[in-house]
């Protein structure tokens, strides 16, 4: 069945709500499997439609992962899920159905397979490309352990292109592991797939055969059948797949294409698999979206979606704003071709984020200047480093979280060189929805520590342009860190102008003549907030100075030096983990200085924080304007008991 619309009502779905756990699916015969995926479809979409959430990849998945569960002996056969943009029909089916329309809500499920969630969670994810590894480090443990039981993983086509997948699927052959990976292949990321490998897969469909799987397993080249995948990508080359297989070359036994909408096929094959030895790859062909129209027509679009009725932007404070708000990424994506045009040395690059980092329109009129790596953020960075050894000026426009896992690459093939590389360092800070495992809250710490780099963070849409431009302008590695969503409405200015390195901004000063001053010190997204907090406190008659830092890393030390003959004490505040954070370096920068005064340093608590709406994440922490008001006015009375 076709859906055009995503369902406000529940529908009913009597076979599925009566599904607690997937042993159960062993008890059905084909046709009601068939019903069931049916009813997982139209339950799917409506979940979504409550949560908003990710949703074309789970729709495209449907068959697949009832046919492993009814396959599977799960939990005791473990089955891992890459990222878990496609987990939410294993949640359901592994008794989490009434709880599914919570998802990323604050109480409520995780967005991805979480191990504290569900024992059916065998691993917890968030980032690509984890699954293979996982899953052969489970396999040898058991193996170790003299356990009996089998280890499937699932990952997508665009999480295979990162190196840590190849890296897994070379250990395993040498380790002679039991494992079987489904390659789960719907031609698309978040975006569509790019690359060699993409090149290759399309070329597998291309040459009209398959490895077809007998009933006992055993493999036989034939004529593919006659499937309708209009969306696969077309390729000049055509392989063989009996010899010209890239995963045959690295010393898996390779079965398929096989159609993922097939249930009766796929329960033959894997039931031929799932006791076979060796290394084994199942490659299976999707449709993202498949039974929802607009999803099929809109792949990229209906990645993921909103919950139905809700504001796309999310909340933002208009106390301040003289503009409709933008979105920073899109700030990002207006600087890039403006700056293009002013300089034929910038080239961009990004990690698979085309979409989300607001660079379309740059890719539209600058193809030839706009790289896509695929999943491969170590790459993206050494990419960059090698461009700016001729003398290009490459921009990188990556997530904070996604950094992370170029931190090795930042710090030798860059940093060390003093390379000429701008960073565009997107979703800094918390992230609402999509929770811990895509927060940006460590950036600061693992940044600041290095040589040669330059670390900015704007406080509204205007001063994220002009410091890009600052950070482009700068003859080294520099980066600028915003947050995910909307600004505060600030008025962009279309003349760039460059920021002077390590130079702070003083905002506002309340009530100067009162001898008690306080200096506040905001970095970056919590500015705005923090304005807000020292006009409340400075009714109570309180002499305040409110600071835009604007530099984590070269830090006003000179203001800072300045500020201390006139103030009693200084209060920190950031959208960041207070331990390492900004907040850190000021008080490094007054010990330096031999400057002894009482600092509040305000941030994110030392823990990972659980998925909610970004504005109530927030408030938990303490990060808006009341939050602040009642921590410095705590603060302000220890200090007076003293």
Known sequence: MMYTQIPELRPDTPLLDAIDAPEQLKNLDLAELQTLAAELRAYILYAAGQSGGHFGANLGVIELTVALHRILDTPRDRLVWDVGHQAYPHKVLTGRRE??????????????PARDESEFDTFGVGHSSTSISAALGMSLA????????????????????????????????????????????????????????????SGLWQNGLYVHVHDDGTPEVRQRPNWDFRARKPTSDHFKVNTDNLFKAIGFEYFGPVDGHDLPELLRVLNALKDRKGCRLLHVYTTKGKGFTPAEQDQIGYHAIAKLGANKLGAVSTKYASHKPVKYSDVFGQFLCDQAALDSRLLAITPAMCEGSGMVEFAKRYPDRFFDVAIAEQHALTLAAGMACEGIKPVVAI???????????????????????TFGIDRAGLVGEDGATHAGTFDYAFMRTLPNLVIMAPKDENECRQMLHTAYQHPGPAAVRYPRGAGVGSKIEETFTALPIGKAEVLATFNVDHPQQIAFLAFGSRTTVTLEAAAQLAETGLGITVVNMRFIKPLDTALLEQLAQTHQAFVTVEEHAVMAGAGSAVNEALHQMLIIKPVLNLGLSDRFLAHGEHGEMLKEEGLDAAGISRSVSAFLSKLAAL
């Open 142 to 201: 058991l193996r170790y352990q003299q356990q009996q039981a089998r280890v499937a993983c699932v990952i997508g086509d665009g999480a295979m292109t990162a190196g840590m997948a190849f890296e897994a699927m070379n250990d395993a052959v040498q380790h002679q592991a039991d494992l079987l990976v489904v390659l789960n292949d719907n031609d698309m990321s978040i975006s569509g797939s790019v690359g060699g490998l993409a090149h290759h897969l």
């Open 399 to 421: 997530y904070s979280t996604f950094l992370q896992r170029g931190y090795d690459q930042l710090i030798h093939d860059i940093c060390l060189q003093n390379l000429d590389v």
């Open 99 to 112: 709880r599914l329309p919570t998802i990323r809500s604050k109480n409520g499920l995780a967005a991805f």
